[in-house]
């Protein structure tokens, strides 16, 4: 593919027809140019052609005016970018309307590599056009990593409310645990008091009721020790799913703003 103008190009009209498609053809194949879909590659010069012409123009250190004549500095700068530019890989696309040769419409969707075969637009009044494979790639890749992260997202905000409700019931049973305790134990040392009796039976009797009432102390501080752990633990629990939560909501932004960078759907 070698780019020869006819006649100088700018915005403001009376552009060749055919520089316009061989330009197209060129900034399509160096993956700046994207036509409309259902149009595809026309003679037309779009608003999006000389977007694409600046943005090739900035990018080879050119001045970026969106202007050509016939061979110009940009015409070099483009004949050298696509026959430099590695044999790398297209999907072929038609525009899908009924004047699409039946031979090019059985190629829409064909993975190809740039200089094998038939090129896209390279027929007389051909519209196809080429969609770089690393360009769709990305973009799939990004939208799966994206779905991914709104499912953790969604899995790991359940599991937070879930962990709200357990953490809120913890610190109530801890409470309630901690006070069963101090109670008991006050019990606990006065019914010692009263059970101290000469009286063998007595004294037996207090012993039997000293080891039952210390018994129910003891666990009543286990209980009590065990409900302040659960707090601790619901409220790590609680405090670690927040923290994964910002994480992925951050992780989010920086996809999105990585399929806007890619010019993804
Ligand atoms: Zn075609």
């Given at each position: 593919?070698?780019i020869r103008l006819n006649k100088p190009l700018a915005g403001n009209g009376g552009a060749d027809e055919s520089d316009v498609k061989q330009l197209k053809?060129a900034l399509?194949?160096?993956?700046?140019?994207?036509?409309?879909?259902?149009?595809?590659?026309?003679g037309i010069p779009d608003?999006?052609l000389f977007?694409a012409l600046k943005?090739f123009q900035?990018?080879?250190?050119l001045r970026a005016g969106g202007t050509m004549k016939p061979g110009d500095e940009t015409v070099d700068a483009l004949n050298?970018?696509?026959?430099?530019?590695?044999?790398?890989?297209?999907?072929?696309?038609?525009?899908?309307?009924?004047?699409?040769?039946?031979?090019?419409?059985?190629?829409?969707?064909?993975?190809?590599?740039?200089?094998?075969?038939?090129?896209?637009?390279?027929?007389?009044?051909?519209?196809?056009?080429?969609?770089?494979?690393?360009?769709?790639?990305?973009?799939?890749?990004?939208?799966?990593?994206?779905?991914?992260?709104?499912?953790?997202?969604?899995?790991?905000?359940?599991?937070?409310?879930?962990?709200?409700?357990?953490?809120?019931?913890?610190?109530?049973?801890?409470?309630?645990?901690?006070?069963?305790?101090?109670?008991?134990?006050?019990?606990?040392?006065?019914?010692?008091?009263?059970?101290?009796?000469?009286?063998?039976?007595?004294?037996?009797?207090?012993?039997?009721?000293?080891?039952?009432?210390?018994?129910?102390?003891?666990?009543?501080?286990?209980?009590?020790?065990?409900?302040?752990?659960?707090?601790?633990?619901?409220?790590?629990?609680?405090?670690?799913?927040?923290?994964?939560?910002?994480?992925?909501?951050?992780?989010?932004?920086?996809?999105?703003?990585?399929?806007?960078?890619?010019?993804?759907?």
């Open positions: 593919m070698t053809k399509n194949r160096l993956g700046y140019y994207t036509p409309y879909e259902k149009v595809g590659i026309t608003a999006g977007a943005k900035k990018d080879s250190g050298t970018a696509v026959s430099q530019t590695p044999p790398g890989k297209y999907i072929w696309h038609t525009v899908g309307d009924d004047r699409v040769r039946a031979d090019h419409a059985a190629l829409e969707g064909e993975v190809r590599t740039w200089g094998d075969g038939l090129e896209p637009g390279e027929d007389p009044n051909c519209r196809c056009w080429a969609e770089g494979v690393d360009k769709r790639k990305t973009c799939e890749e990004l939208g799966d990593n994206l779905r991914i992260a709104y499912i953790r997202l969604d899995g790991f905000q359940k599991q937070l409310s879930q962990a709200i409700d357990a953490f809120n019931q913890a610190l109530e049973d801890a409470r309630k645990y901690a006070d069963e305790y101090i109670k008991i134990a006050a019990e606990y040392g006065m019914d010692v008091a009263l059970s101290a009796d000469k009286n063998i039976l007595g004294i037996l009797g207090a012993i039997s009721a000293a080891v039952f009432q210390y018994s129910e102390v003891a666990a009543a501080k286990e209980k009590a020790e065990q409900s302040k752990e659960e707090y601790e633990s619901a409220r790590i629990h609680m405090e670690y799913l927040e923290e994964e939560i910002s994480k992925i909501a951050d992780e989010i932004k920086q996809i999105e703003k990585q399929k806007k960078e890619s010019g993804c759907k």
